[in-house]
């Protein structure tokens, strides 16, 4: 029994630290019912905490929104939702409901390569920056086309048929990169033949040679020019991969999810209401930032798209485990504790964690504060406003919605994330004490470790 105890540990402790803090990557009645904890609570964190039921032998996991007010005058009310990544199907639904309800939503879900708002790059001061930045807009308006052919059989006729083609979330991505970095329409030019569709149930046939064609005029926006006036072609970049346009296998959260039973939230979610903003970096853009601050980014996302050796090699453990009810069982009573705690594990890291942190954490939260700052004057006013963000970002949000925006908290209500049937795990009562107890001592010792490191 042990040795299964390591197993599932030693297969599952890197992925839930490090998938944590990240969020979604693409790939409700204000009456919800809030989770109500009659039995007893061990609070974590303000955002996160464990209700234990010794009675019915279950552990869970609950996940807090809290809800703030403007300390003087009048204003919407502001709901910081704490989200798990992965979690039970009916937590996602209760928690839908509850913010379909609100005017706005924030939601974290780091974006494409090259769809991340002109914005958010780290410079846009030169030609020469705008000009990569265009070049990426440029690849990721491609890529969409192409995906766009997959799907419906021949090339678009226009961008606008691609915004409409793509869904609400992704769509809305797309319009957002119609201009380029000066400004100025990125053009879109096609050859006849690539709009011709197959016949019903005909093969797709191959592409012409450069079917398309996508062209920002460059700073003058006139056709030709050098310098930063110079033509930006998608003819003149590397053809797009494979990778970049067939949609990938399942990534590690959607694996990670399936091993314990559990959904992921991209999966469980509706993220395409009109009331719905994508409130993130792009994957670029984070890239960037992490590069600056001297924290490997590659690993990262290879771990989280699947394509690292690593990543395939826990893909198998985490299919294994899965086949194994009392293992799976087992997974979800760890993940319980090891979330409950994932703020004090990633607060402590020291190093390039620390400085991969600062980016993953502190500068998406800048652009979530500066949505909300936008929408608090969009007028008419809204009643209330949401942002849903993973619970590790809520400490810094709040710290900044009450120094920034002069809002107090007014209330707060708790969801169940994720329900353990502890008698699946074929423990008795007194073996799953011992067996948590364990974990715990683990967490803390390498809290305690990584302190010392830090210092």
Not at 64 to 88: E, F, K, M, N, R
Request: proline share 5%.
């Amino acid at each position: 029994m042990i040795s299964r105890h390591r197993l599932v540990y030693g297969s599952l402790a890197g992925l839930l630290i490090g998938l944590a803090p990240l969020g979604p990557v693409a790939r409700a009645q204000n009456g919800a019912p809030a989770v109500k904890a009659e039995p007893a609570a061990t609070v974590s964190s303000r955002y996160a905490r464990v209700v234990e039921d010794d009675e019915k032998q279950t552990l869970k996991l609950e996940m807090a929104v809290h809800s703030y007010v403007p300390q003087a005058g009048d204003g919407p009310t502001v709901y910081l939702a704490g989200a798990v990544h992965i979690a039970d199907r009916s937590f996602y639904k209760e928690l839908q409901a509850f913010l379909d309800a609100k005017e706005v939503v924030l939601f974290e879900g780091v974006k494409p390569p090259g769809a991340g708002r002109l914005d958010h790059e780290l410079a846009t001061e030169t030609d020469e920056d705008k000009a990569a930045a265009t070049t990426r807009r440029i690849r990721f308006l491609a890529t969409c086309i192409e995906k766009y052919r997959l799907k419906r059989k021949a090339y678009p006729e226009s961008l606008a048929a691609v915004v409409e083609g793509s869904g609400t979330r992704i769509g809305k991505l797309i319009e957002g990169s119609l201009k380029d970095a000066w400004g100025n329409e990125i053009a879109y030019t096609v050859k006849p033949e690539a709009l011709e569709k197959p016949a019903p149930g005909a093969a797709l046939p191959a592409a012409p040679p450069d079917p398309f064609e996508l062209t920002s005029l460059g700073a003058d926006g006139k056709p030709g020019g050098e310098g930063g006036d110079s033509d930006i072609r998608l003819s003149g970049q590397d053809p797009l991969a494979e990778g970049e346009v067939e949609e990938g296998g399942e990534g590690i959260q959607t694996l990670l999810a399936n091993a314990l039973g559990l959904v992921f939230q991209l999966d469980a979610m509706d993220h395409n209401k009109p009331n719905w903003r994508n409130s993130d970096l792009s994957v670029d853009q984070v890239q960037e930032r992490l590069d600056k601050a001297g924290a490997e980014s590659g690993q990262l996302f290879q771990m989280l798209d699947g394509s690292s050796f690593s990543a395939k090699f826990a893909g198998v453990i985490l299919k294994i485990i899965s086949l194994f009810p009392s293992v799976q069982a087992m997974g979800k009573m760890m993940m319980v504790d090891m979330l409950a705690n994932a703020d004090e594990l990633l607060g402590a890291m020291p190093g390039g964690m620390g400085a991969m942190l600062n980016v993953i954490i502190k500068d998406r939260n800048q652009v979530v504060m500066d949505d909300l700052d936008q929408a608090l004057k969009e007028r008419p006013p809204h009643k209330d406003i949401a942002i849903i963000y993973g619970a590790g970002h809520l400490p810094d949000m709040e710290q900044r919605l009450t120094e920034r925006f002069g809002y107090k908290e007014s209330g707060v209500q708790w969801f169940a994330a994720i329900v353990v049937d502890l008698k699946k795990t074929g423990l008795t009562p007194a073996q799953v004490k011992t067996t948590r107890e364990m974990l715990k001592n683990q967490i803390q010792r390498q809290i305690k470790i990584a302190k010392q490191q830090a210092r």
